[in-house]
């Protein structure tokens, strides 16, 4: 009788949707927490549209916020390639 043996893993093409769906993941949760921070900061009571300075608040909040992800996303990689080299 001829026994299968079971896969050692998932294959390449799954683990490649697994990581495409975690990055989407990710990508949704910072568009959920970059909302909910810059419309907490820049809306003081909500319309039927944006006064321009609530636009452009929202605007360069998000600028801050997207430049700020990926300068501690940049540092969390250079420390995770050299872990003597301190944040």
Known sequence: MAQ????????QEMQAFIER???LAQVQTM???LTDVCWDKCISSPG???S???SSCIENCAKRF????QYILQR???KAQDPSSGF
């Not at 299968?4 to 294959?11: E, L, T």
């Open 21 to 23: 769906e975690q990055q």
């Open 31 to 33: 568009i959920a927490t």
């Open 48 to 50: 039927s549209y944006l």
């Open 66 to 69: 997207i430049d700020a992800t």
């Open 52 to 54: 321009s300075r609530e």
């Open 4 to 11: 299968h043996k079971p896969a050692a893993g998932p294959s």
């Open 76 to 78: 969390a990689a250079h």
